[in-house]
């Protein structure tokens, strides 16, 4: 009997987020260490209670290519890292300047603009240091992933150059182009880092990383697909950050471009092909899967 067959799906995300927010809070200095302000700001967006969907995708990949791949979730949780910088860069004024992030106030509007640039800088800076201590990989390994990371953070198909085609895009005439371009860098780019990051940690094969490569393109899409529909049809409540605001500043996001009910159909194709880009790992996959569908099928 598989792990996916022995417990559900959540009890599998609860149990990976508990893990990562273990590893976290060992490696994200504690709020009464100086200077106190730095790590109060950091530690209030990182444990505002996020879903953990890239580290755990790092790790599910990982378990697909080793059985036990062990300090795993050290690596994954450098993702997280860098996944709750740019949530705190991204909601400052000068750039999508949202009030609500995770159903509390955003960042800046609780310790200041300057701190809360300060507090993505750090986790930024972190999420490498960690990296540089996993003790558990060779050299060579640590190079690969250390690139990977930098490169879907960046600015040449990753997630700052997505960011920057995204402030461009605005009020512009939303085109299938423009819009590939702001999300397979914004979002996807990342996505797909954590499962290559995960495979590279548990020593894949390349014909490995190229399916998990294919997944994370898939499911990375799915994800922005989805979450341009759900601003549209879920409240801020239900969300956790403010609905309806990508309308508001004309973004070019999927519903745009497509309406919503070719929207619903897209997603569900890239689950489907996220599906089939597993093949070669048969049931070890099994978790990445359910993954995929519950990103698709996800309210929030």
Same mark, same amino acid.
């Given at each position: 009997?598989?792990?996916?067959?022995?417990i =559900?799906l959540?009890?599998f995300?609860a149990e990976q987020?508990?893990t990562? @927010?273990r590893?976290?809070?060992?490696?994200v200095p504690d *709020?009464s260490?100086e200077?106190? +302000?730095i790590?109060?700001?950091?530690?209030?967006s990182?444990f505002?209670?996020?879903k953990?969907?890239r $580290?755990i995708?790092?790790?599910?990949?990982?378990?697909? &290519?080793?059985? !036990? $791949?062990a300090?795993v979730e050290?690596v994954?949780?450098t993702?997280? #890292?860098i996944?709750t910088y740019s949530?705190?860069?991204?909601?400052? $004024?000068?750039?999508?300047?949202? @009030?609500? /992030?995770?159903? /509390?106030p =955003?960042n800046h %509007?609780?310790?200041g603009e300057?701190m809360?640039?300060l507090?993505g800088?750090?986790l930024?800076?972190?999420?490498?240091?960690v990296?540089? /201590?996993l003790n558990r990989?060779s050299?060579?390994? %640590?190079?690969r992933? &250390? *690139?990977e990371l930098?490169r879907a953070?960046g600015t040449?198909?990753?997630?700052?150059g997505?960011q920057v085609? @995204?402030?461009?895009?605005? /009020?512009?005439p $939303? =085109?299938p182009?423009?819009?590939?371009s702001?999300?397979?860098?914004?979002?996807g780019?990342l996505?797909?880092a954590? &499962?290559r990051?995960?495979?590279?940690?548990a020593g894949a !094969?390349?014909d490995e990383?190229a399916?998990?490569?294919e997944?994370?393109?898939?499911?990375? #899409?799915?994800?922005?697909?989805?979450? @341009?529909?759900?601003d549209? *049809?879920q +409240?801020?409540e239900?969300?956790?950050?403010t609905?309806g %605001?990508? *309308?508001a500043q004309?973004?070019? =996001?999927?519903p745009?471009?497509y309406g919503?009910?070719?929207s619903? %159909?897209?997603?569900e194709t890239?689950?489907?092909?996220?599906?089939a880009a597993l093949?070669?790992?048969?049931d070890r996959?099994?978790?990445?899967?359910q993954?995929a569908?519950?990103i698709?099928?996800r309210k929030?």
């Amino acid at each position: 009997m598989t792990e996916a067959q022995q417990i =559900t799906l959540n009890e599998f995300l609860a149990e990976q987020a508990r893990t990562v @927010d273990r590893v976290l809070e060992e490696w994200v200095p504690d *709020e009464s260490v100086e200077p106190v +302000s730095i790590h109060r700001a950091m530690r209030y967006s990182l444990f505002a209670g996020g879903k953990r969907i890239r $580290p755990i995708l790092a790790i599910a990949a990982a378990r697909a &290519v080793s059985d !036990s $791949p062990a300090g795993v979730e050290h690596v994954a949780a450098t993702l997280e #890292l860098i996944h709750t910088y740019s949530l705190i860069h991204d909601d400052l $004024p000068a750039l999508d300047n949202d @009030d609500l /992030r995770r159903g /509390r106030p =955003t960042n800046h %509007k609780v310790f200041g603009e300057a701190m809360a640039i300060l507090a993505g800088d750090a986790l930024l800076t972190l999420a490498f240091e960690v990296l540089a /201590r996993l003790n558990r990989v060779s050299a060579e390994s %640590k190079i690969r992933m &250390v *690139e990977e990371l930098s490169r879907a953070s960046g600015t040449v198909g990753g997630m700052i150059g997505g960011q920057v085609h @995204d402030i461009e895009g605005e /009020r512009k005439p $939303p =085109t299938p182009h423009l819009l590939e371009s702001i999300h397979r860098a914004k979002t996807g780019a990342l996505l797909r880092a954590s &499962v290559r990051i995960g495979a590279i940690y548990a020593g894949a !094969s390349e014909d490995e990383i190229a399916a998990l490569s294919e997944y994370g393109e898939h499911v990375g #899409l799915a994800f922005q697909i989805v979450d @341009d529909v759900l601003d549209v *049809e879920q +409240s801020s409540e239900s969300l956790g950050k403010t609905a309806g %605001k990508d *309308e508001a500043q004309q973004k070019i =996001t999927f519903p745009a471009v497509y309406g919503l009910e070719q929207s619903h %159909k897209m997603a569900e194709t890239e689950r489907l092909r996220a599906h089939a880009a597993l093949r070669i790992f048969d049931d070890r996959a099994d978790r990445l899967r359910q993954i995929a569908d519950f990103i698709v099928h996800r309210k929030t």
